[in-house]
């Protein structure tokens, strides 16, 4: 970062807690000084800034508010980055900012945002956050007594405050409106430029308080290409199991952003280091094993094609990518049942149901995806049938294309044939009629499709497919 003056660091006496303290109980009363950092001593632009999120700023300013951009903005704007989202903070409290703007809604329980929206793009405003005494903490805040979790959190506070109730030093830098200087608590500066990952507080402490920030320091040091820092790193391990504890549809979130945002590989690949993939997919880590082989790089195929397409600005959806986290125990468990004598497509129908069921209670995926998901995996050993009617239904179906994606990956890591893989995309490139006639069937009638008797019966289990495509 050319002409970035490095930031220096601040430090309290951190002290390791019990579960159910408070991070107030180790911070001190006074507060250091930020370091400023002017204008001509730092890279960061108006013109490099939302005009939505400058009008915001600026209304806030003259309002008679303090107002600074925050968080990852600011990080990614010194990184040379064009952040995704701008998020502003501020004295004013939520009634405030709705006050001052009519396109503006409060939202949040545990703590209370207003939301401004300009089209399409929304700025988020928060109040900052307080430290609070211990008579305000046992009023506005919950803690688990039992792990340590931060349950319920609506103290508002001081700039000095709010610094300290964020994650990651890099994420706790504030761009001042008022003379366009950053304020730098933390040593933020200094961790962007050393590429390090650095937790603001006590390691345990703090990923006890929520252990979700376990997950964001795998996506952080993933998206960013910073290491974690030695603390983090040694403590992450003994702490991963508190995972099992985050409700499922927060955990679902995490997964989109771990996985849908353009570093779903590298993502996967701190999760495994730190012991924290197994708390999100436990049985795919079980199918897994220790080692790196064929069923790893099944994965990572996966997971490098899903950022191709990020990149690429190509639809994704999680639908897919859950799908194959969960294939190689599907086809184990659906194997195992096939050896006690059900059927093949049973055996399959079943496990994939099963599977399914049992993730969607660790991660809570919506059903528009999970069922689709669930059917992809069904569609498998649909892809054996080479001919007749049968087989081209399938391929007219509108979860083929999906199917067909999973089938390409499973070839490529050895588990399905290969040629069985080629003459499916063959049959793709011909016209109507070729490939009528590879299916062995014979010319279409006026209509295309044979009718249905009156009491005819449609088809069910992986039979039963609808909705739209899913990209892979």
């Given at each position: 970062?050319?002409?970035?003056?490095?930031?220096?660091?601040?430090?309290y006496?951190?002290?390791?807690?019990?579960p159910?303290?408070?991070?107030?109980?180790?911070?001190?009363?006074?507060?250091?000084?930020?370091?400023?950092?002017?204008?001509?001593?730092?890279?960061?632009?108006?013109?490099?800034?939302?005009?939505h999120?400058?009008?915001?700023?600026?209304?806030?300013?003259?309002?008679?508010?303090?107002?600074?951009?925050?968080?990852?903005?600011?990080?990614?704007?010194?990184?040379?980055?064009?952040?995704?989202?701008?998020?502003?903070?501020?004295?004013?409290?939520?009634?405030?900012?709705r006050?001052?703007?009519?396109?503006?809604?409060l939202?949040?329980?545990?703590?209370?945002?207003?939301?401004?929206?300009?089209g399409?793009?929304?700025?988020?405003?928060?109040t900052?956050?307080?430290?609070?005494?211990?008579e305000?903490?046992s009023?506005?805040r919950?803690?688990?007594?039992?792990?340590?979790r931060?349950?319920?959190?609506?103290v508002?506070g001081?700039i000095?405050?709010?610094?300290?109730?964020?994650?990651?030093?890099?994420?706790?830098?504030?761009?001042?409106?008022?003379?366009?200087?950053?304020?730098?608590?933390?040593?933020?500066?200094?961790?962007?430029?050393?590429?390090?990952?650095r937790?603001?507080?006590?390691?345990?402490t703090?990923?006890?308080?929520?252990?979700?920030?376990?997950?964001?320091?795998?996506?952080?040091?993933?998206?960013?290409?910073?290491?974690?820092?030695?603390?983090s790193a040694?403590?992450?391990?003994?702490?991963?199991?508190?995972?099992?504890?985050?409700p499922?549809?927060?955990?679902?979130d995490?997964?989109?952003?771990l996985?849908?945002?353009?570093h779903?590989?590298q993502s996967?690949?701190?999760?495994?280091?730190?012991g924290?993939?197994?708390?999100?997919?436990?049985?795919?880590?079980?199918?897994?094993?220790?080692?790196?082989?064929?069923?790893?790089?099944?994965?990572?195929?996966?997971?490098?094609?899903?950022?191709?397409r990020?990149a690429?600005d190509?639809?994704?959806?999680?639908m897919?990518?859950?799908?194959?986290?969960?294939?190689?125990?599907?086809?184990?468990?659906?194997?195992?049942q096939?050896a006690?004598?059900?059927?093949?497509f049973?055996?399959?129908?079943?496990?994939?149901?099963?599977?399914?069921?049992?993730?969607?209670?660790?991660?809570?995926?919506p059903?528009?995806?999970?069922?689709?998901?669930?059917?992809m995996?069904q569609?498998q050993?649909?892809?054996?049938?080479?001919r007749?009617?049968?087989?081209l239904?399938?391929?007219e179906?509108?979860?083929f294309?999906?199917?067909?994606?999973?089938?390409?990956?499973?070839?490529?890591?050895?588990?399905?044939?290969?040629?069985?893989?080629?003459?499916?995309?063959?049959?793709?490139?011909?016209?109507?009629?070729?490939?009528?006639?590879?299916?062995?069937?014979g010319?279409?009638g006026?209509?295309?499709?044979?009718?249905?008797?009156?009491?005819?019966?449609?088809?069910?289990?992986?039979?039963?497919?609808?909705g739209d495509?899913?990209?892979a």
């Open positions: 970062m050319p002409g970035l003056r490095a930031g220096c660091y601040y430090r006496a951190w002290q390791s807690h019990k159910g303290f408070l991070l107030t109980d180790s911070i001190q009363a006074d507060h250091p000084a930020p370091q400023i950092i002017p204008r001509s001593e730092h890279n960061i632009s108006r013109a490099d800034i939302s005009r999120a400058l009008k915001v700023l600026y209304r806030l300013k003259d309002a008679g508010y303090q107002a600074f951009l925050v968080g990852g903005s600011v990080r990614d704007l010194l990184l040379g980055r064009h952040p995704k989202d701008f998020d502003v903070a501020t004295d004013a409290h939520p009634e405030d900012v006050a001052l703007f009519g396109n503006s809604r939202i949040g329980r545990r703590f209370r945002l207003a939301h401004v929206r300009f399409s793009e929304i700025i988020e405003v928060a900052f956050r307080g430290l609070g005494t211990e305000v903490a009023e506005h919950e803690v688990s007594a039992e792990t340590g931060l349950i319920r959190d609506n508002y001081s000095e405050e709010d610094v300290w109730r964020r994650d990651f030093t890099a994420n706790a830098l504030y761009y001042n409106i008022a003379d366009f200087s950053i304020w730098d608590f933390t040593g933020g500066v200094a961790d962007i430029q050393a590429r390090r990952l937790i603001i507080g006590d390691p345990e703090r990923f006890r308080e929520d252990p979700v920030r376990m997950l964001r320091a795998a996506r952080f040091a993933a998206k960013l290409g910073f290491e974690l820092d030695p603390a040694r403590i992450i391990p003994q702490l991963a199991s508190l995972i099992d504890g985050v499922p549809a927060r955990l679902f995490e997964f989109m952003k996985f849908q945002s353009g779903a590989l996967y690949r701190q999760l495994r280091q730190y924290l993939f197994e708390h999100l997919f436990p049985t795919t880590a079980a199918w897994l094993g220790p080692g790196t082989d064929a069923r790893g790089r099944f994965l990572e195929a996966a997971l490098a094609s899903t950022d191709a990020v690429a190509r639809p994704v959806t999680p897919f990518l859950l799908g194959v986290f969960l294939w190689g125990p599907v086809a184990d468990r659906a194997a195992a096939a006690q004598g059900m059927s093949d049973q055996a399959l129908a079943v496990a994939a149901a099963d599977l399914t069921r049992e993730q969607t209670e660790r991660i809570a995926v059903r528009r995806f999970s069922i689709p998901m669930r059917e995996l569609l050993i649909r892809f054996d049938k080479t007749g009617a049968r087989a239904a399938f391929l179906s509108k979860r294309r999906a199917a067909y994606d999973l089938l390409l990956l499973r070839a490529a890591a050895g588990n399905a044939d290969a040629g069985l893989a080629q003459w499916w995309t063959t049959l793709q490139g011909l016209s109507p009629e070729e490939q009528r006639r590879e299916l062995g069937l010319r279409a006026p209509a295309g499709r044979r009718r249905r008797g009156r009491g005819g019966r449609r088809g069910h289990g992986a039979d039963s497919v609808e495509r899913q990209p």
